[in-house]
């Protein structure tokens, strides 16, 4: 009663996870007190859902386990959530105090074990605390670069009682960050109006931040080019005259100044190194987080601020100025239309491919639905093919580069979003990860269309099994695997397509019906995708 009050007094209303010893009396008392217990099928996929609530509403999802392997199931959740900078509270029950060191039932040193992936670790002592520690737990995991936080709650200290119920303390609101140094803000403005081939990185951090309508006003007002991250797509609409994505390899490679906003220069930005960046390009950084400042190559400017408060003061800065260098324009609009070429020629190819079969599926889907996409091929050509229009509205494998967040994704997000069409779009392999929450999805009757792109196969796929099982490559899924059929036992509908035909014809049925519905699209498992300039974790020659 005392966890489900103090979590109350910060707003919760949802908590997802799995019921069972010693969690079963707390579990209980949330569903008696009014917090929706979200019952998943692997603790894993509580955890993933439980950062994914933290991304969508700038406050901690609640993700509640059992002891031992309930408890490390959750750990990829945690990992998932630190690596995205997301808030999210795992509470996790434990064994007795009284029998720590004897082998007790699941004994573990759960506090220890969390600390790696966390902000703060803390295992409760006595009821007294609890208050404390859930509003501190708050605090912790949105304040600053947002992130996890562990609390572990014995046994024995879940079954105790105190004489009086302890004082809860009040709602915790997000605390701002710090506003750019105008000196810093002057530099970096002066920096952009001297630059020949400027670009602006627009990265999820930025919708985390709400700071979606300055991102715009920045970018409508000078007419520099913009390029999303993998989850920045939405911020501003990829239909932006603005949006250079078909030309990202030009942009990155060439650009002379950058300026970060809501990025990190990780793998997913290839470290800021050449050969994909220009050698002599001067970063602008602006980030929550101190340390992510010149990690990897020196900023020219390093901005410490919160980016809701920093982009109005570049907007402010380079108020009556615009971009007007046509000769990078030229050229990123002839890059622009070469890629866009390659990716219409594989549209148009005879075979049943990953870019027919998406372009038809986003023929169905609503322009403001949620999307959430994985699986690699699935994910790369769908950045592509399937573009996004609204912040905070495409979800997919983040930084972690984490399969199986789909469906625990859709099943927060609907649960957030009850208004919102939630359309995940996944490649055969990642679908396999959380396919069993399909039941999870059915049981609380959330709507959500689920689009599988099966080419029967980890990244490439095969045409068939031999028959020596010994000789199955390690690549190979099961051909005859009826995905579709999942859905429809645990009470969905199920759809397959074996051509653009058909898929078309299934799109129709599957958005016009409701609740949990699987689309099978069985896409030539040899189809590949346009050739890349450069391998997707391209680093230079290391130097011995």
């Given at each position: 009663l005392i966890v489900a009050k103090a979590l109350q007094s910060q707003g919760v209303k949802k908590c997802y996870g799995i019921m069972g010893f010693p969690i079963i009396e707390m579990a209980m008392t949330f569903h008696q007190e009014g917090i929706q217990w979200i019952a998943f099928r692997n603790e894993q996929g509580a955890a993933y859902a439980a950062g994914i609530e933290g991304y969508l509403t700038q406050r901690p999802g609640i993700c509640a386990t059992v002891s031992g392997p309930g408890f490390t199931n959750a750990l990829s959740g945690l990992a998932n959530a630190r690596d995205n900078s997301w808030p999210m509270i795992l509470i996790s029950g434990s064994s007795e105090v009284a029998q720590l060191g004897r082998d007790a039932f699941q004994e573990f040193d759960q506090a220890e074990a969390a600390r790696e992936f966390v902000k703060w670790s803390i295992r409760v002592t006595c009821l007294d605390m609890i208050p404390r520690v859930i509003e501190r737990a708050f605090r912790i995991s949105m304040s600053g670069r947002p992130g996890p936080v562990y609390i572990d709650l014995p046994a024995d200290i879940l079954r105790a009682t105190i004489p009086e119920e302890p004082a809860y303390l009040p709602y915790f609101n997000k605390l701002l960050g710090p506003m750019g140094n105008p000196e810093c803000i002057k530099e970096a403005i002066l920096l952009l109006k001297n630059a020949k081939n400027p670009l602006v990185i627009v990265g999820k951090g930025v919708a985390y931040a709400r700071a979606e309508a300055s991102v715009n006003e920045l970018i409508s007002n000078t007419g520099l080019p913009y390029l999303p991250t993998p989850m920045g797509k939405g911020i501003i609409s990829d239909s932006s005259e603005y949006c250079v994505s078909p030309a990202r390899s030009t942009v990155l490679g060439n650009a002379d100044v950058i300026l970060l906003l809501g990025a990190r220069l990780n793998w997913i930005l290839h470290f800021g190194l050449p050969p994909r960046f220009n050698p002599n390009v001067k970063f602008i950084q602006?980030?929550?987080?101190?340390?992510?400042?010149?990690?990897?190559?020196?900023?020219?400017?390093?901005?410490?601020?919160?980016?809701?408060?920093?982009?109005?003061?570049?907007?402010?800065?380079?108020?009556?100025?615009?971009?007007?260098?046509?000769?990078?324009?030229?050229?990123?609009?002839?890059?622009i239309k070469k890629n866009n070429q390659l990716s219409q020629d594989f549209t148009n190819a005879p075979e049943f491919n990953y870019y027919n079969s998406l372009n038809k599926v986003n023929e169905f889907i609503r322009k403001d639905a949620i999307l959430v996409i994985e699986g690699s091929n699935t994910m790369d050509i769908a950045r592509t093919v399937v573009p996004s229009y609204f912040p905070?509205?495409?979800?997919?494998?983040?930084?972690?580069?984490?399969m199986g967040v789909a469906i625990p994704a859709c099943i927060a997000a609907k649960a957030i979003n009850p208004d919102k069409e939630i359309v995940a779009i996944v490649g055969d392999s990642s679908f396999g990860f959380s396919a069993m929450e399909i039941e999870t999805a059915t049981r609380f009757k959330l709507d959500m269309l689920i689009v599988i792109i099966n080419n029967n196969g980890i990244a490439f796929g095969v045409d068939s099994l031999p028959e020596d099982p010994k000789e199955?490559?390690?690549?190979?899924?099961n051909p005859a695997t009826q995905y579709e059929k999942l859905a429809e036992a645990f009470g969905g509908i199920g759809y397959r397509a074996k051509n653009l035909k058909e898929l078309g014809e299934v799109m129709k049925k599957a958005t016009?019906?409701?609740?949990?519905?699987?689309?099978?699209?069985?896409?030539?498992?040899n189809a590949g995708k346009k050739p890349q300039q450069h391998f997707w974790l391209t680093m230079p020659d290391p130097k011995l």
């Open positions: 602006i980030n929550i987080d101190p340390h992510q400042l010149s990690n990897n190559v020196r900023d020219a400017v390093s901005i410490h601020a919160d980016l809701s408060l920093a982009i109005p003061q570049l907007v402010s800065g380079l108020s009556n100025w615009k971009f007007a260098n046509q000769e990078w324009w030229a050229k990123i609009n002839a890059s905070r509205a495409r979800l997919d494998a983040g930084s972690f580069g984490t199955i490559r390690p690549n190979a899924l016009e019906a409701k609740g949990v519905r699987v689309v099978n699209v069985c896409i030539d498992p």
